[in-house]
């Protein structure tokens, strides 16, 4: 494997215990002998279960694979958008791609995310559960899915972003082009895939909406309380974020040639 892996995979997680090391071990099968090598970055968010010490037992099995993992820790739970931001900022492959802990998208849709990457057809892909194409296996209850379908409709009016679903948790980025844009993220929660693209689009960088396979898995970490409204929050606040130059560096930062990101 090369010093500097082509892909590094980031996959935030709380109180994953029970079920990191069976997502290491497929994630570690699946990229074997991955072309061009890859990195693991697990960020533990705060977990109290154990979660790194579990992670950091698979380090040798994976290296032993030729694949490289680093375990970061957060000081206490800070959200799922600033472990992903911990993760793509610590990486070093060309391509970051970010999967949630239960693999809710499998390992095997991987190819339809780097393709278009690779043919340089965009500068980041996102897998949708919501384009005609998508496959769902296993459905969420019909009141999740309520909400999900709702809060996308919010996005849509309050950002303009034209994404059937920005909420998948899998999607892969062109690291130079998309390192200032995780620079400049404000949103922590689980609302930071809307500030991502909606900076993507003010910075002109395509991004490629893709139909995935989805099963929804048990112990999902989004609880229907109080707090699902803070992402309608986090999403009406980007504009606000906008007029009072949280973004500004986006205009002046230079955009790295496309045609040198074909793999």
Not at 3 to 17: C, D, R
Not at 106 to 132: F, N, Q
Not at 186 to 208: H, N, P, S, T
Request: charged fraction near 20%; proline fraction near 6%.
């Amino acid at each position: 494997m090369s010093t500097t892996p082509y892909l590094s995979l980031i996959i935030p997680a709380y109180n994953e215990a029970e079920r990191i090391a069976p997502t290491l071990e497929s994630v570690g099968v699946y990229f074997r002998n991955f072309p061009g090598g890859v990195e693991i970055i697990v960020v533990d968010d705060g977990s109290t279960d154990g979660t790194a010490a579990v992670v950091a037992g698979a380090r040798p099995t994976l290296s032993a694979w030729g694949i490289a993992l680093c375990v970061l820790g957060n000081p206490g739970n800070q959200g799922k958008g600033s472990s992903v931001r911990r993760g793509f900022l610590q990486a070093r492959g060309d391509v970051v791609l970010f999967s949630d802990a239960d693999l809710s998208t499998p390992l095997t849709e991987t190819p339809k995310l780097l393709a278009p990457l690779e043919r340089g057809e965009c500068e980041a892909t996102i897998g949708s559960r919501d384009l005609p194409d998508s496959q769902i296996g296993v459905h969420q209850s019909p009141w999740r899915e309520f909400a999900g379908r709702s809060f996308n409709r919010f996005v849509r009016l309050v950002t303009g972003l034209p994404y059937a679903d920005t909420q998948c948790g899998f999607k892969a980025f062109r690291r130079e082009v998309f390192a200032p844009i995780f620079r400049l993220q404000q949103v922590m929660g689980f609302a930071f895939d809307v500030e991502i693209l909606y900076l993507a689009r003010k910075r002109g960088v395509r991004v490629l909406e893709v139909p995935v396979v989805w099963n929804h898995a048990a112990g999902s970490k989004v609880g229907l309380n109080w707090r699902s409204i803070k992402p309608f929050w986090d999403v009406a606040t980007l504009s606000w974020y906008d007029r009072r130059g949280r973004y500004a560096e986006l205009s002046v930062a230079p955009l790295p040639s496309f045609s040198n990101l074909v793999k």
